[in-house]
């Protein structure tokens, strides 16, 4: 039996195999709503076949876009779009997530194709929040240090969120503390210099990271899955590290999150990432070995047999795609031919099966 097509459960929810299309960024929003480019596309991963589906990041305010064609997750009119959507990737035996996030001082950018840089004034720019004054690099606006009520606020609009996306039928909520976002930069030391409840320690820098776990699992109870995407590695001298974000399992375990979603890098322009196929397999082995936590791996998986060769050998529980299903949208479909497996297609597919 494959791996790869094996069930998972998860709390109350089974996932129909270990293939899940990992969150990617779309800038297809307007005031953050989901649209039929959305639905199209998350939609076309389920009629694929793919077991779980996590929207991309949803800001959980206004502030926390990293542009301002960003999905959101902020008030309570956006939540009718993103039902229609839920509803659909149900229907097709997807399990449907969202990831909810904050960008932090990397917000108030252009969206990539209109040159990703710093919105200015003018161009409808808004103040970025940090754990502390530090830009991403330079050029970039120096970023609000955030005081206890901005704190506050986050916990706040986090919960909300959740609040929200449970009304949008979601049955997986994934909290963003990676790639250098709001999260990331409370728990990294090279972003986060404070000297109060919330800067210094490792356990003062995870703090928020904690307190938002706790206020998101009140809010979806006990039956539904909860992750959390990290960045295991700054890929700097000096900065988070692979034992850091162990130690973090070890933690999050504790407060009833149930996976850890395990990519790198993205908060310092200084990285030395070398990216080569699988390059972050490793961190999902180590988090799952070293803390007992359930892993995702991501990174530049592109193959059944590669997918099958991480699940068999035990270095993480579920594959997370990205790029890969950007270029082929059924993927499960035509890894379980490869594998031998014999999987129901669509029924208005169902011709196309053989040739």
Not at 232 to 253: C, F, M, P
Request: aromatic share 8%; proline share 5%.
């Amino acid at each position: 039996m494959s791996k790869l097509f094996e069930p998972l459960r998860i709390r109350s929810i089974e996932f129909k195999n270990r293939i899940g299309v990992s969150p990617m960024c779309e800038y297809s929003s307007v005031d953050g709503f989901a649209n039929d480019w959305h639905l199209v596309h998350l939609g076309c991963r389920a009629i694929g076949g793919a077991g779980l589906i996590i929207t991309e990041a949803a800001a959980v305010s206004p502030e926390g876009r990293i542009t301002p064609d960003d999905l959101g997750i902020w008030k309570d009119e956006q939540i009718e779009s993103l039902n229609r959507i839920t509803k659909f990737l149900e229907a097709h035996g997807a399990v449907p997530g969202i990831q909810l996030a904050h960008a932090g001082r990397k917000a108030s950018h252009f969206s990539p194709w209109k040159g990703g840089k710093p919105l200015q004034k003018e161009e409808g720019a808004w103040q970025t929040l940090s754990p502390s004054a530090i830009a991403y690099k330079v050029g970039d606006p120096l970023p609000k240090e955030m005081s206890e009520d901005d704190i506050k606020k986050v916990l706040a609009d986090f919960k909300t969120a959740s609040e929200r996306s449970l009304k949008a039928g979601f049955k997986l909520f994934e909290i963003h503390a990676a790639h250098g976002y709001l999260i990331n930069e409370f728990l990294s030391p090279l972003s986060n210099q404070r000297n109060d409840e919330y800067g210094g320690s490792f356990e003062n820098r995870i703090r928020i990271l904690i307190q938002i776990v706790e206020v998101v699992r009140e809010t979806i109870k006990d039956h539904l899955p909860l992750f959390v995407r990290i960045s295991a590695s700054d890929w700097i001298e000096g900065g988070w590290t692979i034992d850091d974000s162990v130690k973090l399992a070890r933690v999050l375990k504790t407060k009833d999150v149930d996976l850890i979603d395990c990519s790198s890098g993205g908060n310092s322009p200084a990285q030395k990432i070398y990216a080569d196929p699988l390059y972050q397999v490793p961190f999902a082995e180590k988090i799952k070995k070293e803390s007992g936590i359930l892993t995702g791996a991501v990174g530049l998986i592109t193959s059944a047999k590669e997918s099958e060769e991480i699940l068999g050998s035990n270095k993480a529980d579920l594959i997370f795609l990205a790029r890969q299903f950007l270029r082929d949208p059924y993927f499960p479909l035509h890894a379980a031919r490869e594998l031998g497996i014999d999987l129901q297609w669509p029924l208005q597919y169902e011709r196309a099966k053989k040739y």
